[in-house]
């Protein structure tokens, strides 16, 4: 995942890679029984010099196998994410139009990444990337009933019995409650 810079002609350079989830230090630490990758990161970039910079522009996916967050089944969830980047060697000269001359940007306040070296290296981003691209709070399906909180019934799969008791519960316990002002 590393491109040396003088690998990046005019007419850019476009690369499509596989890599194992394991090589990333982050995606390596992920519990492995909450989210199981079914299938190598998967990434197209395309690199191209515009004037002094260097544009990245990318693409990551992969599926993971997770476990929905309100019935717990498990299923298959693509994840896919793109991005683009903006490299530079040296820091633009910024045309300081204030008086006292304390004006001072550094890369990032341009949006811009300073490459340090010969070389960029993709892997910090491609792993971000995935990450950022995974469910926080995966779910079967957007209207997925969940599990009974009694019983523990799918009710996706079956109305339980105790269901109604369930909203009664709830309810007795509001009217039950008051506020103590003293
Ligand atoms: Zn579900
Ligand atoms: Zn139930």
């Known amino acids: ?8 002609k005019d007419e850019g350079l476009e690369l499509e890679f596989e890599e194992p989830r394991s090589i990333f230090p982050l995606l390596a ?3 492995t029984d909450e989210v199981v990758f079914l299938e190598p990161v998967r990434v197209r970039l395309r690199v191209f010099r515009a004037g002094d910079m ?17 019935c717990l089944k498990e299923f298959i969830q693509p994840i896919h994410s793109a991005f683009e980047l903006t490299y530079v060697v040296e820091l633009p ?4 139009e204030s008086a006292d001359g304390e004006l001072e940007l550094d890369a990032e306040d341009m949006g811009l990444i300073l490459v ?30 969940g599990l009974c909180p009694q019983c523990g019934a799918d009710l996706n799969v ?11 519960g709830k309810f007795a316990v509001l009217k039950n409650f008051k506020i103590d002002k003293s």
């Open 1 to 8: 995942m590393l491109i040396r810079l003088e690998d990046i």
């Open 54 to 70: 260097i544009e990245a522009q990318g693409e990551v996916s992969s599926s993971v196998r997770v476990a929905c967050g309100r």
């Open 116 to 145: 340090e070296g010969e070389e960029i290296d993709f892997a910090g981003v491609i792993e971000e990337q995935v990450l950022m691209a995974l469910p926080l709070r995966p779910l079967c399906d957007e209207g997925c009933k």
């Open 29 to 31: 630490d992920l519990q």
């Open 158 to 168: 079956s109305q339980c019995g105790c269901h109604p008791s369930e909203f009664g």
């Open 93 to 96: 000269e910024i045309e300081d």
